[in-house]
């Protein structure tokens, strides 16, 4: 019983993160697109770190890699959470973006 319990709080919170990201992420570009003081300039001009854009899917990757260190720590309920919520960012933004990418060269 002990078993079932431990598998049904991981899938719960692994489709907690999932869901998280996958919101969080719509409601971010939704509100980019929608708004047009911030999409001219936060969408438009992307900010750039040596002629290079790093896109938003890029914190999707934080997260999971921050997932790595709650686990390192022992910290699983945390790191399953932030895994599935980076995995839930980087699976939307491809979605919308229509290709899975991280960080490309600014074309001028």
Do not use: P
């Amino acid at each position: 019983m002990k078993l079932l319990n431990r598998l049904m709080d991981i899938l719960f919170l692994s489709c907690t993160g999932f869901a998280w990201g996958i919101i969080v992420t719509w409601l971010f570009e939704l509100v980019l697109k929608t708004n047009k003081k911030l999409r001219d300039r936060y969408y438009r001009r992307h900010a750039t770190l040596f002629g290079y854009h790093a896109h938003h899917s890029t914190y999707g990757l934080l997260a999971f890699m921050i997932s790595i260190i709650f686990f390192l720590y022992g910290q699983t309920t945390y790191s399953i959470f932030t895994f599935w919520l980076g995995i839930g960012i980087i699976l939307m933004h491809t979605l919308s973006d229509g290709r899975f990418v991280f960080i490309e060269k600014q074309r001028l």
